[in-house]
């Protein structure tokens, strides 16, 4: 029961469902109505999420990939790559259509994440899921203030998760959750979101 609660955990506040709920975030948020947001999200969507997940999706088919989050450090690379050129390609296209600045910086926090994460699972397998999840909060605690604390929740039932999973250890998941609350609250800072 509590690896099936664990499993429950890690897939639905996974990487790509908290990388999809920030983009509509920032871009609800910076944006000047409703309508402009949904532009803004599902054009982030499209550049920057959905060729990773269909190159992911055609990596598990093709035995490339043991599966969509592989615990595999050698096998995240490839997704690592394609990564970084989506977002790079996103970035880009944003600045060239003067989106919002606060969406333009959440993009410029997930690659240096994407750059970070990537460098240290060469050696040593940091937690991205708790990565993730740290990056949610502190996007959240940064938009809504002392009204999102009830998100900081979430940190130590993802911590939970990986390490009941055993796909973890404590300092990993501290690591992860760790560097990606640095990333966010520099790259939001230098953008003068916050």
């Not at 506040?13 to 599902?42: H, R």
């Not at 993009?107 to 708790?130: E, P, Q, R, T, Y």
Request: charged share 5%; glycine share 6%; aromatic share 12%.
């Amino acid at each position: 029961m509590r690896t099936r609660i664990a499993h429950l955990i890690s897939n639905s506040i996974s990487p790509l469902v908290l990388g999809i709920a920030m983009i509509a975030l920032v871009a609800f948020n910076g944006a000047a109505s409703t309508i402009e947001g949904f532009k803004w999200f599902l054009l982030v969507t499209l550049l920057a999420i959905l060729p990773v997940l269909l190159i992911s999706l055609y990596m598990v088919k093709t035995g490339r990939m043991d599966s969509l989050f592989s615990n595999r450090r050698h096998q995240r690379h490839r997704v690592y790559v394609v990564g970084l050129f989506f977002d790079v390609l996103a970035i880009w296209i944003l600045n060239l259509l003067n989106a919002p600045t606060i969406l333009v910086a959440g993009l410029v926090a997930g690659l240096a994440s994407v750059v970070c994460l990537a460098f240290i699972n060469l050696w040593w397998k940091i937690s991205v899921h708790s990565s993730t999840v740290a990056a949610f909060v502190t996007v959240l605690l940064v938009l809504f203030g002392w009204w999102a604390s009830f998100s900081l929740i979430l940190l130590p039932v993802m911590w939970w998760a990986r390490l009941n999973l055993a796909q973890h250890t404590l300092a990993q998941v501290i690591a992860g959750s760790t560097l990606s609350i640095l990333i966010v609250l520099v790259t939001f800072s230098q953008y003068g979101v916050i």
